[in-house]
C-alpha cells in the first residue's frame, strides 16, 4: 500500500523559509516522479512542483518558481519542498503526490496522495 | 497554459437520482498520435485529500464503482454519477495532463437534495 507523509508544515512570517518533507513508501521510490500540489483555505487544487524518478529533471508553476525548490533523497525514499521568500498567498495545505506511471507524452496527474501539511504565512 | 472551467459550481440531487459535472478546456486535450484524452477527474471528501476517480478521460481508477463514468473528448467532458449515494458528496475536479502546467478545474461541489 503507497503511503506519503508529509510533515515540515507550521507558521511563518512573510519573507521566511520552510523546508517540507514527504517519507514515501510501498512503492519503488526512484521509479516515479514526485510532486506538491497545494490548496489554499477553501479553495481549489495548484499543482506547485515536480521531479523526475532520478531527481534530474525539476518543474515549477510560474507563481514560485525563483523561491521554491523540489528535491529528493531516493535513498531514504523522502521528497522536499524548500520554501524561500514566503508570502501570505503560499498559506496552503501542501500535499506530497505521487506521479502516475511515466508517459511518452504529456504532463503530470496524481494517482496517490498524502493527508498535507498546513503552511501558514503570517505576521 | 490549457485553463480548465468547470460546470456549475455547485450542484444538489436527490438520492438515487444522476449527477452530471461538466469540464470544458480551452485547448484540446487529445493527443493524435495515441487518440488518448489527458483528462483526468478527481474526487475529494471533506477533511480528506484528492482521490482519482478516472483518466484517460473516461477511464476508472482500480477500486471506483462503477456509478462513476467519464465521457467526452477534445474540448468537453463529462463526469457523471449514475446513482447518487451519500458517500459522493464531495468537491470534484477535472485536470488536464496534455502540458504543462498541470491545471485544475475550479471544482464543483455535490451535495444532496
Known amino acids: 500500500e503507497v503511503q506519503l507523509l508529509e510533515s515540515g508544515g507550521g507558521l511563518v512570517q512573510p519573507g521566511g523559509s520552510l523546508r517540507l518533507s514527504c517519507a514515501a513508501s510501498?512503492?519503488?521510490?526512484?521509479?516515479?516522479?514526485m510532486s506538491w500540489v497545494r490548496q489554499a483555505p477553501g479553495k481549489g487544487l495548484e499543482w506547485v512542483s515536480g521531479?523526475?524518478?532520478?531527481?534530474?529533471?525539476?518543474y515549477y508553476a510560474d507563481s514560485v518558481k525563483g523561491r521554491f525548490t523540489i528535491s529528493r533523497d531516493n535513498s531514504k525514499n523522502t521528497l522536499y519542498l524548500q520554501m524561500n521568500s514566503l508570502r501570505a498567498e503560499d498559506t496552503a495545505l501542501y500535499y506530497c503526490?505521487?506521479?502516475?506511471?511515466?508517459?511518452?507524452?504529456?504532463?503530470?496527474?496524481?494517482?496517490?496522495w498524502g493527508q498535507g501539511t498546513l503552511v501558514t504565512v503570517s505576521s | 497554459d490549457i485553463v480548465m472551467t468547470q460546470s456549475p459550481d455547485s450542484l444538489a440531487v436527490s438520492l438515487g437520482e444522476r449527477a452530471t459535472i461538466n469540464c470544458k478546456s480551452s485547448?484540446?486535450?487529445?493527443?493524435?498520435?495515441?487518440?488518448?484524452?489527458?483528462l483526468a477527474w478527481y474526487q475529494q471528501k471533506p477533511g480528506q485529500p484528492p482521490k482519482m476517480l478516472i483518466y484517460?478521460?473516461?477511464t476508472r481508477e482500480s477500486g471506483v464503482p462503477d456509478r462513476f463514468s467519464g465521457s467526452g473528448s477534445g474540448t468537453d467532458f463529462t463526469l457523471t454519477i449514475s446513482s447518487l449515494q451519500a458517500e459522493d458528496v464531495a468537491v470534484y475536479y477535472c485536470?488536464?495532463?496534455?502540458?504543462?502546467?498541470?491545471?485544475f478545474g475550479q471544482g464543483t461541489k455535490l451535495e444532496i437534495k
Open positions: 485536470q488536464q495532463y496534455y502540458s504543462s502546467p498541470p491545471l
Open positions: 521531479i523526475s524518478g532520478s531527481g534530474g529533471s525539476a
Open positions: 485547448q484540446s486535450v487529445l493527443y493524435s498520435s495515441n487518440n488518448k484524452n489527458y
Open positions: 503526490a505521487k506521479n502516475c506511471p511515466p508517459r511518452s507524452f504529456g504532463s503530470y496527474s496524481w494517482d496517490s
Open positions: 484517460w478521460a473516461s
Open positions: 510501498g512503492f519503488t521510490f526512484s521509479s516515479y516522479a
